[in-house]
């Protein structure tokens, strides 16, 4: 477990990058859902970007905990976002869309992170390892992408409640996709005992990083 001043750093660098990767998820779930004719989120006051009504305690206590963890890992979540098919003119096409809008905002967040970032190590005189650590914006803006492309690899996974999983479901036959989510409901469990194992780690971080690299070629870092 780190010290104190690094705990501290830690949590730091990461708070900004986590919280807009969260607000921006559930904010493209309830736009797209609008969009498509459901008024149920900007009802309940969820279309802004103001944290506290996103905000889950257990999921910033999940934050928290693995910001300490100098794995690179950092894992969370905000309050879902209430949506409500019904009002959509096809239900499944309607989910897959406003389930696929969270994720590929995480993505678009790590490139414009990773843009950024670009610019701090043109303009800001990062020429070595030293002086990118001595940078909090360099480790802000990295973590940024970083911290996105989780959010994003995470929530394509097909466990239920996740985004994937509704995906799924909307290809899958309809007596299938209903046995499918019967899963929801051990699907928190399932994440924390892959979380807390080291495997989910195991299973995302490759992504993650290749995808980062990726990007990171993109923009010329």
């Not at 969260?22 to 802004?48: F, Q, S």
């Not at 910033?60 to 905000?78: D, E, K, M, N, R």
């Not at 994720?103 to 843009?115: C, D, H, K, Q």
């Amino acid at each position: 477990m780190p010290d104190i001043a690094s705990a501290i750093q830690a949590i730091a660098i990461s708070f900004i990058p986590f919280f807009l990767g969260i607000i921006c998820h559930e904010v493209a779930h309830g736009y797209v859902a609008y969009r498509l004719g459901d008024p149920t989120a900007k009802l309940a006051g969820r279309l802004t970007m103001n944290p506290v009504p996103h905000l889950d305690p257990m999921g910033t206590l999940v934050f928290i905990v693995t910001a300490l963890v100098p794995s690179g890992f950092v894992f969370g979540w905000a309050k879902p976002v209430p949506v409500d098919p019904r009002y959509f003119k096809n239900p499944m096409k309607g989910m897959m869309l406003c389930s696929a809008a969270g994720p590929g905002t995480n993505i678009l967040l790590a490139v414009l992170f990773a843009i950024a970032l670009k610019l701090v190590v043109t303009f800001g005189g990062i020429a070595d390892a030293a002086s990118a650590s001595a940078s909090p914006l360099f480790q802000i803006f990295r973590a940024g992408v970083l911290i996105n492309l989780i959010l994003a690899f995470l929530n394509l996974m097909p466990i239920p409640p996740l985004d994937g999983s509704k995906i799924v479901m909307g290809i899958l036959p309809r007596d299938l996709a209903i046995k499918y989510m019967s899963v929801e409901r051990y699907g928190l469990l399932i994440l924390m005992l892959l979380l807390f194992t080291g495997a989910l780690g195991m299973v995302l971080w490759p992504m993650v990083t290749s995808a980062a690299q990726l990007i990171f070629m993109l923009v010329g870092l």
